[in-house]
């Protein structure tokens, strides 16, 4: 009944969902496995506590000095008029579709890729256009752009590093896909921090391009997952255009004054980054001796395949007490890089899982 009241273009849609299962090794969602470091959570509870004689005022609707700060961590010589802030990159990109797809209008990406994207586009009412990456998973500058000009779409989706992949983009293929259109080109940068050295980010091109957009998350490599804070760089009119579709005071004073709070200790929180890049590292080296074909990362997790069927292997995992990810790619799972026990817990379980099917 109620079914015939939703709308038509989302009936028989499922909703975004990694099962949240409580299980001892959870390697699914590409979360960092470290919580806060101890003095940085004291400077959380310390800022947050200072907001609370002024709960009952509305907060900062221009979150203006958590812009700033952003600014000020991404360099580049950035202020916080190209800066924008909402609850998580994913609102940042509902926001972006919002103002500038919506009905009658296309945005297209290059799948695999975030799943959440053309879930954004349908929820804002804006086409999806899937175009393909390579077999092996890497995306041409020429295809890239012979595929933005045969479909011409309002907004393209790039996604660097990216996920569920594990490659970052060179940046011609940005460039290439600039060239290519006459509406906003997105890259989604939530792994940046984990590329492996020489990455070049998009961050770069900013200057020349007023029609890149720029998205970066608190929840990956800040290990600020729950507390939800994603934010974008861009042109200032494009800023200016989201404060058009955003509900006010989206932004908590409790999210405000926490998430600035950890970017003042950003050091001490991303020095983990290291470490979970050397887990991730150890994962490829182990998986690719263990004969796997294995997606090169810029990211904290890891692509491998040549499993069969992926289900029956992710259902084995999840017996030995280790949920990893599947993404929906024939012979392909995704898994986390956790601790050093996680990994070791993963890459055990695996080996007797493989071994069990031999
Ligand atoms: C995890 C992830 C995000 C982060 O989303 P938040 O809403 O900031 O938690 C964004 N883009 C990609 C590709 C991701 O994998």
Redesign the pocket.
Known sequence: MINELLRPDLRGRTAYGAPELDVPVRLNT?ENPYPLPEAVAAAVAKAVAAELPHLHRYPDRDAAALRADLAAYLGHGLDASRVWAAN????VQQHLLQAFGGPGRTALGFVPS?S?QPLLAAATGTGWVAAHRADDFTLDAAQAAAAVRAHRPDLVFL?SPN?PTGTALDLSVVEAVLSATSGLVVV?E??AEFARPGTRSALTLLDRHPRLVVTR?M??AFGF?GG?L?YLAAHPEVVDALRLVRLPYHLSRLTQAAARAVLAHAGEVLAAVARICAERDRMVTRLREMGLPVADSDTNFVLFGGLGDQQEVWRALLARGVLVRDVGLPGWLRVTAGTPEETEAFLSALAQVLKERA
Do not use: F, L, V, W
């Open positions: 590409n998580g990159s994913n609102e975030y959440m996604c996920n989604d939530a792994y998350t929840s990956k997952a939800r994603g």
